[in-house]
């Protein structure tokens, strides 16, 4: 454990000197409490009358369950309070208006993978902080390297808090008892290079050329043209997954498919991906599309869904690199396509 600062003492030397320093300590604040009040409720779960009951079906076609519905309540109530101008939210089709003079928009999932909530798997709640622009809305629509803070919050085992503020990244562990995080990492850098993917292995036919090829390159390891053998993980929790490769590297990946609904990936780019690849560049790692970097994008719409590859600076180049190699129209092709370029040669 670090020196066990508290993150209002982190933010408040982390954030000073920073365009609007003072208002995104209070926001990061806002989240952090009321991510407190939801570890307690996960936590309870059906003992404060969470069942996981299905609640209706958001905009974009996602259900929502109780909880959702519940985190996403709890989020906004504790940033109408703080300096935000618009939050937009996945469990609301369009942004909501705060305060028009307000100076910072932020983007939030408020509680990411609560399907696995079930079976008692570790879910999230991911924020994106960007300062607001002229006209608030289209705030939203600008490219990620906009961001001035991004964080993360992993409820599991233990509650931990990953703040990208101000170039760097820390962890923070949840002190139960005194219900507030404390600092347990300070400047957290990615391993550059694990030999580990992450990836939902079931859509292997549904995958573009170069992510299959990449995938076998993997799994071919030193038997093929390997310089090592790799080992897979995959939670199906986007926190989860990248708290694992901020502690011991290695590369995730959602690629976009040939299954109808995932022509560009699964997640989306305002509240998962960007703040995830913010987090994943100020430690050392790198996030793409496979062709693009993703920080460099823009959403054209709210919840506009993105392919993610991130993690380690190796792993997401070598990604990179296969896309490179295999031009678009080899893409869902059934032909081998290691002839055509080999990552590790
Ligand atoms: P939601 O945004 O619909 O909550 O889902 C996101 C997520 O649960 C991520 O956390 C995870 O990476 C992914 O979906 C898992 O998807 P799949 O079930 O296709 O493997």
Redesign the pocket.
């Given at each position: 454990m670090d020196d066990g600062m508290t993150l209002r003492s982190h933010l408040d030397q982390a954030a000073a000197g920073l365009p609007n320093g003072p208002a995104v300590a209070d926001v990061i604040s806002a989240i952090s409490a009321a991510s407190i009040e939801l570890a307690d409720l996960i936590a309870d779960g059906p003992l404060a009358g969470i069942t996981g009951r299905f609640e209706g079906i958001n905009s974009d076609g996602?259900q929502q369950k109780d909880i959702d519905l519940a985190a996403d309540g709890m989020m906004r109530r504790a940033l109408r309070n703080a300096a935000v101008a618009a939050i937009l939210s996945?469990e609301s089709e369009l942004p909501e208006v705060f305060d028009n003079g307000a100076p910072l928009c932020v983007a939030i999932?408020p509680l990411?993978?609560?399907?696995n909530l079930e079976n008692n798997i570790s879910v999230g709640t991911i924020f994106s902080i960007r300062p607001r622009g002229n006209d608030v809305l289209s705030t939203f629509f600008e490219p990620g390297t906009a961001q001035c803070a991004a964080g993360f919050v992993v409820y599991g085992p233990q509650t931990i808090l990953v703040l990208a503020l101000n170039n760097s990244v820390e962890t923070f562990i949840l002190d139960r008892r005194r219900r507030e995080f404390l600092l347990i990492a300070r400047g957290v850098k990615i391993a550059p290079s694990t030999p580990e993917f992450a990836i939902?292995a079931s859509n292997h036919r549904h995958w573009h050329g170069p992510v299959r090829a990449y995938i076998d390159e993997c799994l071919a390891g030193t038997k093929g043209n390997g310089e090592a053998d790799f080992n897979m993980r995959w939670i199906?929790?986007?926190v989860a997954?990248a708290l694992r490769i901020l502690v011991r590297g290695g590369v995730f990946l959602?690629p976009a498919d040939a299954r109808p609904g995932y022509r560009e990936g699964?997640?989306r780019l305002l509240y998962e991906a960007h703040p995830m690849a913010l987090i994943m560049e100020w430690a050392g790692g790198d996030a793409t599309t496979g062709r693009r970097r993703i920080l460099e994008l823009a959403a054209r719409t709210p919840h506009q869904r993105v392919p993610l590859i991130m993690g380690s600076k190796r792993g997401v180049r070598d990604v990179a690199a296969i896309h490179e190699g295999i031009e678009p129209m080899f893409d869902n092709s059934d032909a081998p396509l290691f002839a055509r370029r080999g990552l590790f040669r």
């Open positions: 996602d996945e999932d990411d993978g609560s399907a939902n199906g929790s986007l997954e959602y699964r997640l």
